[in-house]
C-alpha cells in the first residue's frame, strides 16, 4: 500500500514527466494526477494550481545541486580552475544527465506566455547558479589564477554552451546524424575556457 508521505513526491515526478514531454501549457493537471495514480482532489490537497506545481518541480529538483556548488566553494581549497570543473561536470551529473535538463528548453520556449514563471526561474536558477560562477571566478582572480575580467559577463560566458547542450540536447540533437559525446564537448568547452581567462602575469 503506498504511503500518504510519497504522494507529494510521485506528483512531482509525474509532472516533470509531462512537462518535459508536452510542455507547460500543454500538461493538464488531470493528466498529471493519473499519471501519479492519484485523483485530481488529491493533486490539490498538496498544489494548490499548475504554477505552483511547476515550482516545486523546480525547488526539488534543481536547487538541492546549487545548495551543494553554494557549500562546495564555500569549503573548497583547491585550485579554482579545478573547482569550476567539478561545478560543471557536477551540473551536468545532477542536471543535464536527467529529466531535468529537459527544463531550460521549456523555460526558454514559455516565458513570453508564462513570464511569471521565468522571472521564478530567474530568481530560483538563473540567477542563483550566476552568483556560484561570479564567485567562483572571483577566487581565481584574488588568487592569481585567472586574469582580471568582467566577471559578470564572463560568467555568462562560462554558463552558455552548458545551457546550449541542454535545449540542443532536447531539441535537435535526436535528428543529428553523428550524436554528440557529451564528454568531449564539455573537455573542449572547460579547454578554451582556461585559455581566455589563465592569468600571463608572472608570480612575483
Known sequence: MRRKESRPSELLDAALDLFIERGFNAT???DVAQRAGV???TLYLYFANKEELFKSVIRKGMVPYLQRA?????????SSRDLIKQIIRGWWDSIGATR???IPKLVVAESGNFP???KFYLEEVIHRGQGIFARALQR???SG???KMDVNYALRIVIAPVVLLLIWKHSLQPYER???KVERYLETHLEILFDGIRSTEKKQ
Do not use: V
Open 28 to 30: 493538464r493537471l488531470n
Open 39 to 41: 485523483s485530481k482532489g
Open 70 to 78: 553554494e557549500q562546495l566553494i564555500d569549503e573548497y581549497r583547491g
Open 100 to 102: 531535468l535538463g529537459g
Open 116 to 118: 511569471e514563471l521565468a
Open 140 to 142: 581565481g582572480i584574488d
Open 145 to 147: 589564477e585567472f586574469r
Open 178 to 180: 553523428k550524436a554528440l
